[in-house]
């Protein structure tokens, strides 16, 4: 990652993130049978996040603070480029 902005519209009430990061395929997951970020941004996951040698389908270890950040916000959106189109 090289950059990362995360401006704040204090009137409109909202925090935007970008980041350049390679980012997750935006595809539906073949286990979950949802789409990769819904597991990232959105489900509660974190057994297997403490294993190294696992491919992670959630971010960080624990894997709270985007979701948390979906459950207690009023509006949620994710926006994603796949990079390899």
């Known amino acids: 990652m090289s950059s990362l902005s995360p401006p704040i ?3 409109k ?3 935007s993130v970008y980041n ?3 980012g997750f395929p ?3 997951h073949q286990e979950e049978r949802v789409y990769v970020s ?3 941004f959105g489900h509660l996951l ?3 996040n403490y294993d190294d ?4 389908t959630t971010s960080g270890r624990k894997g709270y603070g ?4 979906n459950i207690f916000s009023i509006k949620f959106i994710i926006e994603a480029v796949n990079g390899m189109r």
Do not use: Q, R
Request: aromatic share 0%; net charge positive.
């Open 9 to 11: 519209d204090a009137e």
């Open 13 to 15: 009430h909202c925090i």
């Open 20 to 22: 350049n990061t390679v």
């Open 26 to 28: 935006v595809e539906i």
């Open 38 to 40: 819904k597991l990232i």
């Open 46 to 48: 974190t057994n297997i």
């Open 53 to 56: 040698t696992v491919k992670k």
């Open 66 to 69: 985007a979701k948390l950040t």
